[in-house]
């Protein structure tokens, strides 16, 4: 079982920054592939970011490529997201999601586990 708990959301202007953080439970952090997805009001929920338990691979959703970046540190048992130029459209809440599948990580269903969300709202 794994428990993540996301934080660093807030209120930011157009063209500013954020960094987001996931920390998760449990001491088999490093075993999990680790993601991010995104819902804004009256949308679908979205994939954004993944990188895998080895962190050798990143993949991002086209509409954030070129400014969000993921990473993880494996002895904090953290994930980040961090996320430059941000745009009104990347408003949205942000969930943390974990998985020990190697699998098709745009799909929802691929993710075992998911986080309460950070809210991140983009003023114009």
């Known amino acids: 079982q794994v428990q993540l708990v996301e934080s660093g959301g807030g209120l930011v202007q157009a063209g500013g920054s954020l960094r987001l953080s996931c920390a998760a439970s449990?001491?088999?952090?490093?075993?999990?592939?680790m993601g991010w997805f995104r819902q804004a009001p009256g949308k679908e929920r979205e994939f954004v970011a993944v990188?895998?338990?080895?962190?050798?691979?990143?993949f991002y959703a086209d509409s954030v490529k070129g400014r969000f970046t993921i990473s993880r540190d494996n002895a904090k048992n953290t994930v980040y997201l961090q996320m430059n130029s941000l745009k009104p459209e990347d408003t949205a809440l942000y969930y943390c999601?974990?998985?020990?599948?190697?699998?098709?990580?745009?799909?929802?269903?691929?993710?075992?586990?998911w986080g309460q969300g950070t809210q991140v709202t983009v003023s114009s």
């Open positions: 990188i895998t338990r080895g962190s050798t691979t990143t």
């Open positions: 449990g001491r088999t952090f490093s075993s999990y592939a």
């Open positions: 999601v974990a998985t020990l599948r190697n699998n098709i990580y745009v799909s929802l269903t691929t993710w075992d586990y």
